[in-house]
């Protein structure tokens, strides 16, 4: 499934909606609408993964200002040469969504994100751990490889970003942890799968949203990680599993 249809997927599960920023197919009208309604907006490829061709745009008192995935800043004093500076960049005949902004909380000037990793044992899912991805310099996206970000703990994220207590911190990531069974419930409507990777935003008034569902393993992250407990055990539970299937 790609965005679009990802997101009318989760959003007809009323539990899962609030976290849900709106979202909508890209297109001029889409585009003034969205600008009008929100501060904020990406710009991404309805299939697009890794946060490749994501665009970041933001009103100004001036008109507009957007971002291409480590680009440089382009700023339009009208909604017209906003739409068609954008249009120049996007791939003929691709898909792309509109998507209300996050304000994400902030490390030293810089957005991060959660990932969430999400694992499927003796058929139930588990929360197998979770990393703040902090995004590169001038980047619009938070993706590591492609953004030059960095990964941290998430306590040490929400401690340096926001000033939370511990006990706040207990209470956010069980939220997100609440969620991500939740979603996982609702992915197994459409299909079973074995691993599920959930991005979730925290603004910075430390509301929490979702704004990616990815399916695979999050090994590749949780390697960066100076400890190395999460990405041992995603490890032996894929090992398990490929000895459990049949041959």
Not at 163 to 189: N, P, S, T, W
Request: charged content about 30%; overall charge positive.
């Amino acid at each position: 499934m790609g965005k679009w249809e990802l997101w009318n997927f989760f959003a007809s599960d009323e539990t899962i909606r609030p976290y849900l920023p709106s979202t909508a197919m890209f297109s001029e009208h889409t585009l003034r609408s969205y600008l009008a309604m929100y501060p904020l907006v990406f710009v991404k490829p309805d299939n697009g993964r890794g946060g490749r061709g994501v665009v970041k745009i933001w009103r100004t008192k001036e008109g507009y200002t957007f971002i291409r995935e480590r680009g440089r800043i382009v700023r339009c004093r009208t909604m017209e040469r906003l739409y068609r500076k954008i249009k120049q960049d996007l791939q003929p005949g691709k898909r792309y969504v509109i998507q209300e902004g996050v304000r994400l909380a902030k490390i030293n000037g810089r957005p991060f994100d959660i990932r969430l990793a999400m694992m499927r044992k003796s058929g139930r899912w588990e929360a197998i751990g979770m990393l703040a991805k902090v995004a590169g310099p001038n980047s619009a996206v938070t993706n590591i490889a492609r953004g030059k970000g960095y990964v941290t703990g998430v306590r040490n994220a929400l401690k340096k970003a926001l000033g939370l207590r511990d006990d706040a911190i207990d209470v956010l990531q069980d939220e997100m942890k609440e969620v991500g069974y939740r979603i996982g419930e609702k992915f197994d409507e459409f299909r079973t799968y074995e691993q599920i990777g959930l991005d979730f935003a925290v603004d910075r008034n430390g509301k929490l949203w979702v704004i990616e569902e990815n399916i695979g393993s999050s090994r590749s992250l949780f390697v960066r990680l100076k400890d190395k407990s999460v990405y041992r055990k995603m490890r032996s539970m894929n090992t398990a599993r490929r000895r459990r299937k049949p041959q």
